[in-house]
């Protein structure tokens, strides 16, 4: 798996048993613990021989797939030093590649007395964790891939569909329902069927990593629905395989990305390398605690007993240490050559770019060694380029070939559509352009910037536009979690109110926001369900809730067929367009030009100056941009977020050719108008867009677009 004379680190199968192998470089030894089909009986304690590197291994003749294990790992119990060695808890092998069971929440999980009054007082206490522990699972690789391939989708053709694994399917009534919720039921063609007809080019899945639920939610049902708390980074989360946790969980998780990849659709992964789910100084020994405490987590200066948290969950990996970056690196590369991943999104991404001095360094130790792999540096690679510690925000920091989840343009479109704040036209040009403020500085192309106006993390579109707050009672936290600032951008939205039922001038803002994200320059993502208007009752931070709340009501694709149609019809008219897919920004020249990338006018067809472009009574935009073929294959944005009608002097330039209407957001017809537009003025409805474009580009009409 690596490059390197160094042993393979976790349980790998041979000709005669298995090799196990586990690194600690403050351990003083170690012992494998076997257990038995159900996992509550520990059959056997091997002592395992220090080798080179700090890494114990041991040879177990005999056994096969399917075998449960676990380490016990001797060293000082001592917090104050960083040391959290505990032979009485069996602690998960971190390169595990399958998990059997989720762990049990009891006391035994934890070296100190949680009864106590004072937790930060509270005395060690060392009760046997076997029994409750989760365990690892002895899996054999082999696996039927025939005649897979990688899409290998340019990013300029990209076009990313964010999901949940459990969320997609669990209400699809033409899945069966074992398979519901499941790998399988994702790889199921009713819903392929759905994404190539969408099309999307890509699905980004919510954290599959084996996922450890906090104690908290498994006291009153919950769980951690979204994942954001991985317990194995080489493990597919089993809560989500139909067929089993004993190895199953592999290969319906090969097989679901098999299935994507006939489909020409790539798999990119969420992936969690910013935090554990072992939580704070107070949390359980799990795994990486026990293995070796100071040699993977970032621990407070000054107090080696607590840990130095960028992240909100109470750790922070540390990858100026040896052993967390070389953890990191070799799940993900185990992640492209096993399973043959496309590519990765990385939660909280500035967390992983803090050096040895905690504050964010570029290049990175872990980013300098992602970029340079030779196979990591193949795949996708995006950054959300934010953690919640000082100076946490890097929106723009990342080096090429690094994309970043662009929270700017989120919250430009919604401002401008939405709040329809008074001096965002200059920014939303920007944003629409590819955001050349933030990226162009590095030569970084506009597919750097990963366009979004909703994802997981927030409402949905539907409740975007529908409610003026947020209605998160169901998470149990009185209402007090989640972003405030969402509700915000609502308060421009005609109508908005706490019921979910769409009138057409909330349609016609989410419109807006969909076709300015669709259609700018940039990789645009969508999130699942937005295609369909799915609701989440307005919580906009349902991380726990694994019901109705979350998952895709399948009903809706066919109560809002005509929605679905539109939105499949613009991603259609992206593909068919120039503009949209540069690989290098915009180049504004003067109007008198022979061609120009861009032109930015106001609703008088004049191009706009510093101070026009300032003007704080103005908010009408008008956009310009050529083809390949000048002006024949153009696309002219006219954007009206007034309350009034406006009416729109084309530019000179613009007055050249025969336009076609490809999109009004009045009306969720594509094409709005098929025929030609000849004039010299175009008037644009209240609170909408009107796009333009030259005659040589074919419009797909929405049923071209569901026969693609």
């Known amino acids: 798996m690596i490059d390197d004379d160094r042993p393979p680190l976790g349980a790998t199968l041979t000709d005669d048993g298995v090799h196990f192998a586990l690194h600690s470089r403050n351990a003083t030894g170690v012992e494998l613990c076997l257990f038995d089909d159900e996992g509550g009986l520990e059959t056997a304690r091997v002592p395992m021989e220090r080798g080179p590197d700090f890494t114990y291994v041991a040879h177990v003749r005999g056994a096969r797939a399917g075998q449960l294990y676990g380490f016990r790992v001797h060293g000082p119990f001592d917090p104050a030093r960083g040391h959290r060695f505990d032979p009485s808890k069996v602690v998960l092998d971190p390169y595990a590649r399958a998990v059997a069971n989720d762990p049990q929440w009891s006391r035994e999980l934890y070296s100190y007395d949680v009864l106590a009054e004072d937790l930060e007082r509270a005395p060690a206490r060392?009760?046997?964790g076997a029994r409750v522990a989760p365990k690892g699972v002895v899996v054999d690789p082999r696996f039927e891939w025939g005649?897979?391939?990688a899409p290998r989708r340019r990013w300029e053709d990209t076009v990313i569909y964010e999901c949940h694994v459990q969320g997609m399917t669990a209400r699809h009534p033409a899945i069966a329902?074992?398979?519901?919720?499941?790998?399988?039921?994702?790889?199921?063609?009713?819903?392929i069927?759905?994404?190539?007809?969408l099309g999307v080019t890509a699905v980004e899945l919510l954290p599959i990593h084996e996922i450890g639920d906090e104690r908290h939610l498994v006291a009153r049902g919950a769980k951690n629905y979204w994942g954001y708390a991985t317990l194995g980074f080489f493990a597919p989360a089993g809560r989500y395989s139909g067929s089993g946790r004993r190895g199953e969980q592999v290969d319906e998780c090969k097989s679901m990305i098999r299935a994507l990849h006939r489909a020409g659709i790539e798999v990119i992964l969420d992936v969690v390398f910013n935090h554990t789910c072992e939580g704070n100084h107070l949390g359980p020994t799990l795994s990486l605690r026990g293995v070796d405490n100071s040699s993977y987590y970032r621990l407070r200066e000054g107090d080696l007993s607590k840990y130095d948290d960028v992240t909100g969950t109470g750790n922070t990996l540390d990858f100026s240490l040896p052993a967390a970056l070389?953890?990191?690196?070799?799940?993900?590369?185990?992640?492209?050559?096993?399973?043959?991943?496309?590519?990765?999104?990385?939660?909280?991404?500035a967390a992983l770019g803090r050096g040895a001095k905690k504050s964010f360094e570029h290049p990175s130790p872990f980013w300098a060694a992602?970029?340079?792999?030779?196979?990591?540096?193949?795949?996708?690679?995006?950054?959300?380029?934010?953690?919640?510690?000082?100076?946490?925000y890097r929106l723009g920091r990342f080096a090429h070939p690094i994309r970043e989840w662009n929270g700017a343009f989120r919250d430009t479109a919604r401002r401008y559509w939405l709040a329809r704040a008074t001096g965002t036209r200059g920014v939303f040009a920007s944003r629409v352009a590819g955001s050349s403020d933030l990226f162009g500085a590095d030569a970084r192309p506009p597919t750097a910037s990963v366009n979004f106006i909703t994802s997981h993390d927030g409402f949905t579109l539907n409740d975007l536009v529908s409610y003026a707050k947020k209605h998160n009672e169901a998470n149990g936290e009185d209402n007090r979690d989640g972003s405030d600032h969402e509700h915000s951008d609502n308060h421009g939205v005609e109508g908005a109110t706490d019921d979910v039922e769409v009138t057409d001038a909330r349609q016609r803002s989410a419109r807006n926001l969909l076709a300015t994200m669709l259609l700018s320059l940039g990789v645009p993502m969508l999130s699942h369900g937005d295609e369909a208007l799915r609701s989440q009752g307005g919580n906009n931070n349902p991380y726990c809730l694994a019901d109705a709340t979350t998952f895709f009501d399948w009903g809706l694709r066919q109560k809002n067929a005509g929605w679905y149609a539109w939105v499949s019809s613009v991603i259609a008219l992206r593909r068919a367009l120039v503009p949209p897919r540069r690989a290098m920004h915009l180049v504004g020249r003067a109007e008198g030009a022979d061609i120009a990338d861009v032109l930015w006018f106001g609703a008088d067809g004049k191009l706009l100056d510093a101070p026009t472009w300032s003007d704080p009574r103005e908010r009408a935009l008008g956009v310009l941009m050529s083809g390949e073929r000048s002006l024949e294959d153009a696309v002219l944005w006219l954007c009206n977020p007034d309350d009034a009608p406006r009416e729109f002097t084309l530019p000179a330039l613009a007055q050249t050719t025969a336009l076609w209407v490809a999109i009004d957001t009045v009306s969720e017809r594509v094409p709005f108008d098929a025929s030609a537009v000849e004039r010299t003025r175009y008037t644009v409805a209240a609170r909408a867009m009107v796009v333009l474009v030259g005659h040589a580009v074919a419009v797909p009409s929405a049923k071209s677009a569901a026969q693609r």
Do not use: C
């Open 126 to 128: 060392h009760d046997d």
């Open 370 to 392: 992602v970029v340079n792999d030779p196979i990591l540096s193949r795949v996708k690679l995006i950054a959300e380029p934010w953690d919640v510690g000082a100076a946490g």
């Open 326 to 349: 070389r953890l990191a690196l070799d799940a993900m590369r185990f992640w492209v050559t096993e399973y043959r991943v496309d590519g990765f999104r990385f939660d909280l991404a």
């Open 177 to 191: 329902e074992n398979l519901r919720g499941t790998y399988a039921g994702l790889a199921q063609q009713p819903v």
């Open 193 to 197: 069927e759905h994404l190539t007809e």
């Open 147 to 149: 005649d897979d391939r």
